[in-house]
Structures are given as C-alpha cells and as structure tokens.
C-alpha cells in the first residue's frame, strides 16, 4: 500500500468542529506557525499521540490547517490554512503575517509559550495572563519602541491574592548573538526600565532568558552580563526542561515578597 502523502489533502473532507479546535484555530491565528509537538501538548494532552495526529490531518484536509514538511523524520510546521483564516475572519479575529526569516527562533518563542501556557493551567499558583510575542508588539507600531522589541512581554497573574501580577520580558537566546552584541542589548533593557516610561509602560518587571539548550560557557556569560548591567531580578530557563520548573523558580523570588513594592531584587 502507497504512504499517504503529508501534504497532499484528501478530497472531500468535511468537519464538524469541536470546542478544542476552535480553541486551536484561535492559538495558531496567535502563533503564526507551530510544530506538531507543540500543538500536541497544549491541545491533545490527554489523548493518544495517533489521536492527535489524524485530528490534525482532518482539519487539514478540510483545509483549515496548512502544513509544511521537508525530512521525513522532521515534525510538521503547521499554519492557518485558508478555511481557518476564513473562519477567523467570520469572526473578527485579525489574521497577521507570517514569520519573516528563519524560523527557528519563531519556533524558540512559541515554545515558551506552549510550555508556559501548559505550566500555568496546571498550577494552583499562577495564570497566564498576557504573551505578547514580538511579532505582535511589532504590528502595533504606535505602541511600540523602535529601540527595543522584547522576544515577548509575559504577565501572570498570582494565585495566592496578595501581591498582583507579575511581569517579565522574556528573550529567546540561540546562541547567535555575540556578548557585546548582548551587552548592549541588556544596557538598553536597562536604561528603557529605570525610564519614566518604562518597558512598554512596564518599570517592575524581571528578564527571563530562556536558553535551547546551551553550554555551560554561554550561561555563565550571560549570567555575568546581566548581573552587571541588569538592575531588577532575572532567571534562566533551559528550554529543555519543564516550564512548571520555571514557575517553581518564580515562585521563590523575594520579588514576591515585600520587595516586589520597590519593583524586584536590588543590584
């Protein structure tokens, strides 16, 4: 028997939508662009993996999903296709562009959505309460500060009643950049955050630099930078590990206590 085609849709599909793909269809409108594993644990969770993966081949067919795959033994890059952006539209829901570029560091933010966004429901401590994605900051250019666009801006909303929300900039590090690149990137976090206006109005409010995996070498120079050019609290999440992880690590920061008034940890 032939292998079906990944990108080849089948004629005739027709589908009745559930809540969950609603809901999906809504997130990737958010995200652009997803791999399967990504959509899988945030909207398939609790099923089984070859569940998951013929629900996202029906609503492919019935082309409410596109899908993009080169290797094989590589995941699918799923995006709206044009009966998910029609319906979207049918509901008000602004659809915008795709990613520019390489995808790879795209792929990096939405991955700190996805487990952000799954550690949160999970947690009897925080909600997410706003990701806003640099390609969301970047449509909105009368709010936005051509100086500095933040790989996301991330608030969540703390369970336990008593000490509001609490904000973060969240950057995404591939390695790319070289240390006085970076230098000079965190100086302007920075001078942005100690300014009248704040970080998109925000001035309490941490760094969270999320890291693929990187070397030991690589943290420490990170970690030194932000020590001496950073003056509020900051974490590193290793995108290998769990986001409920990050959360526990939050939840120790004397930002919630009482110096979360004076807007974080003191240099």
Do not use: C
Request: hydrophobic residues 40%; without cysteine; glycine residues 12%.
């Amino acid at each position: 028997m032939a292998r079906q085609s990944r990108t080849a849709r089948r004629t005739g599909a027709v589908i009745d939508l559930t809540a969950r793909d609603e809901a999906l269809l809504r997130a990737l409108g958010r995200f652009r662009v997803a791999r399967t594993s990504q959509l899988a644990a945030l909207f398939f969770a609790e099923v089984r993996r070859d569940t998951a993966a013929e629900r996202l081949r029906r609503l492919y067919d019935a082309g409410l999903l596109d899908v993009r795959s080169s290797e094989r033994s590589e995941e699918n890059l799923y995006s709206l296709g044009p009966k998910g952006r029609e319906w979207l539209k049918e509901r008000g829901i602004a659809i915008g562009a795709m990613p520019r570029g390489g995808l790879k560091h795209h792929l990096g933010i939405v991955e700190a959505w996805v487990g952000l966004a799954g550690a949160a429901h999970a947690s009897q401590s925080f909600s997410l309460e706003l990701f806003r994605p640099d390609w969301e900051i970047r449509e909105h250019p009368e709010g936005r500060d051509a100086r500095l666009v933040p790989d996301a801006l991330v608030q969540l909303g703390l369970g336990d009643g008593g000490l509001g929300d609490l904000r973060f900039a969240l950057e995404v590090d591939r390695g790319t950049e070289r240390p006085p690149e970076l230098r000079k990137k965190v100086q302007l976090y920075e001078a942005l955050r100690t300014s009248p206006g704040g970080i998109y109005g925000w001035r309490k409010l941490g760094l969270v630099v999320a890291i693929d995996r990187a070397g030991k070498r690589r943290q420490e120079a990170l970690e030194e930078i932000l020590q001496q050019e950073w003056g509020s609290w900051r974490l590193f999440w290793n995108e290998g590990q769990p986001a409920s992880g990050l959360l526990e690590d939050l939840d120790r920061l004397p930002s919630r206590g009482p110096l979360a008034a004076r807007g974080g940890m003191p240099r």
